[in-house]
C-alpha cells in the first residue's frame, strides 16, 4: 500500500550560523586556491580567475556568517541584506571592525568575487582581512552560560 503524501509545505529552519562554520568556509577558499590555482611563473599572479573567483565567495560568505552571529542583521537567512544595513549594526558596536569590513567588501567581494582579480597580493590580503573579522567576532560573541 503506498504511503499518502503530505502536500503541505514544510517550513524548513535553518541552524543559525556560527564562528566555527564561517572558520570552515575560509578554509575552503584557501583549499581552493592551494590545490587549483596555479600560480604564473613569478609567483605575483594567479593564472586562472576562476578559482579566485570561487575564493572570494568563500570568504566573503564566511565573513557574512561571522558578522551574523554577532550582530543579527538578517532575520530570515532566506533574505538579503544589503551592505549597508550591516554598516549600520557594526558602527554602533565597533568602528574598526567596520572598517576592516568596508575594506574587505572592496577587497574580496568586488575585486576577488567579481573581478576574479588574480594578485596574489590582493587574495593573501583578502584572507587576512576575512580572519580579522572573523576573530573580531569570535571575541563579541557572548560566551554560553
Given at each position: 500500500m503506498a504511503k499518502k503524501m503530505n502536500n503541505k509545505k514544510q517550513k524548513v529552519t535553518k541552524k543559525p550560523p556560527t564562528i566555527k562554520e564561517a572558520r570552515r568556509y575560509v578554509d575552503?577558499?584557501?583549499?581552493?586556491?592551494?590545490?587549483?590555482g596555479q600560480l604564473d611563473e613569478d609567483g605575483i599572479a594567479y593564472q586562472d580567475e576562476k578559482y579566485v573567483r570561487a575564493a572570494g565567495n568563500y570568504l566573503w560568505l564566511g565573513i557574512l556568517m561571522a558578522l551574523d552571529t554577532v550582530f543579527h542583521v538578517r532575520e530570515d537567512r532566506r533574505t538579503r541584506v544589503h551592505i549597508n544595513d550591516y554598516y549600520e549594526a557594526i558602527s554602533k558596536r565597533d568602528g574598526k571592525l567596520n572598517d576592516w569590513v568596508y575594506d574587505a567588501y572592496g577587497i574580496i567581494h568586488c575585486y576577488m568575487n567579481y573581478d576574479g582579480n588574480p594578485s596574489k597580493k590582493l587574495c593573501d590580503s583578502g584572507?587576512?582581512?576575512?580572519?580579522?573579522?572573523?576573530?573580531?567576532?569570535e571575541a563579541m560573541v557572548p560566551s554560553p552560560k
Open positions: 575552503n577558499a584557501y583549499e581552493v586556491l592551494n590545490e587549483k584572507f587576512e582581512y576575512a580572519n580579522r573579522i572573523i576573530d573580531r567576532c
